[in-house]
């Protein structure tokens, strides 16, 4: 029951100019753990992971290396049109905005007094000069919203990561997030239950609750483990 699985991984960064971007703290440890769970069992795995993300021990099919949101979802088409995935574990902590541009903040006022839409500075290196540079943002494409739309039979596992909510709240969130992109699982985490040592994860379909797991290592197995009996149960 050898299957073909992409795997996505770490986070996403997004440039402010030529030299600065805007990330999150992402390692792609979890990521990489599920890959090498997978590969363990015989399974076919591609890697898309962010540019300093963790690597499975084991050498995937193929491994594509990203930056930012627009090279994400350049990739994703591309292995879409390249692969028949029959597994999508899309645990790559994915940036919701992207950046529109830098201006310093006295202009900024002078544009909302004014009601008039600034010329934004974009690519090169920002000044040193710049006093109050203020970044504008604007919303990111859902990467996750693509596997369906291109692969509607693959199983898609997504993550939800809230921080300090009750765990109702979170399991809600991640309800929604299954309805809402078709996921067959997904696993939600609370950054405040994650540590060095231990990583706090529930794992869900649209029945509910399915596994819980207390460090990346059992959230793997746990992951793998819900995937391999969705494959046998067939559809």
Same mark, same amino acid.
């Given at each position: 029951?050898?299957?073909?699985?992409?795997?996505?991984?770490?986070?996403?960064?997004?440039?402010?100019?030529?030299?600065?971007?805007?990330?999150?703290?992402?390692?792609?440890?979890?990521?990489?753990?599920?890959?090498?769970?997978?590969?363990?069992?015989?399974?076919?795995?591609?890697?898309?992971?962010?540019?300093?993300?963790?690597?499975?021990?084991?050498?995937?099919?193929?491994?594509? *290396?990203? #930056?930012?949101?627009? /090279?994400?979802?350049?990739?994703?088409?591309?292995?879409?049109? =390249?692969?028949?995935? +029959? !597994?999508?574990?899309?645990?790559?902590?994915?940036?919701?905005?992207?950046?529109?541009?830098?201006?310093?903040?006295?202009?900024?006022?002078?544009?909302?007094?004014?009601?008039?839409?600034?010329?934004?500075?974009?690519?090169?290196?920002?000044?040193?000069?710049?006093?109050?540079?203020?970044?504008?943002?604007?919303?990111?494409?859902?990467?996750?919203?693509?596997?369906?739309?291109?692969?509607?039979?693959?199983?898609?596992?997504?993550?939800?990561?809230?921080?300090?909510?009750?765990?109702?709240?979170?399991?809600?969130?991640?309800? *929604?997030? #299954?309805?809402?992109? /078709?996921?067959?699982?997904?696993?939600?985490?609370?950054?405040? =239950?994650?540590?060095? +040592? !231990?990583?706090?994860?529930?794992?869900?379909?649209?029945?509910?609750?399915?596994?819980?797991?207390?460090?990346?290592?059992?959230?793997?197995?746990?992951?793998?483990?819900?995937?391999?009996?969705?494959?046998?149960?067939?559809?």
């Amino acid at each position: 029951m050898k299957k073909t699985i992409l795997v996505t991984a770490g986070n996403t960064s997004e440039p402010i100019d030529r030299v600065r971007t805007i990330t999150n703290t992402s390692s792609g440890r979890l990521g990489a753990l599920i890959a090498d769970t997978l590969m363990a069992q015989g399974h076919n795995v591609v890697y898309l992971c962010g540019k300093n993300a963790a690597q499975p021990a084991d050498a995937p099919l193929e491994t594509v *290396a990203i #930056l930012g949101v627009s /090279d994400l979802a350049v990739a994703v088409d591309d292995l879409c049109a =390249r692969y028949q995935f +029959d !597994g999508i574990v899309h645990a790559m902590a994915v940036s919701d905005y992207t950046v529109q541009g830098v201006l310093p903040m006295d202009e900024l006022a002078a544009h909302l007094r004014a009601g008039t839409r600034p010329a934004l500075t974009t690519g090169g290196k920002l000044k040193s000069s710049m006093t109050e540079p203020v970044i504008l943002l604007r919303p990111a494409p859902k990467i996750i919203a693509r596997f369906k739309q291109y692969q509607p039979k693959t199983l898609l596992v997504g993550f939800k990561l809230l921080v300090d909510v009750p765990e109702a709240e979170l399991l809600g969130v991640a309800a *929604a997030l #299954l309805e809402k992109n /078709d996921c067959d699982l997904v696993c939600a985490n609370d950054l405040t =239950r994650v540590t060095a +040592d !231990g990583h706090h994860a529930t794992i869900l379909d649209k029945t509910g609750v399915l596994a819980t797991a207390e460090t990346k290592q059992e959230i793997a197995a746990a992951l793998a483990a819900q995937m391999n009996r969705i494959w046998s149960e067939g559809p």
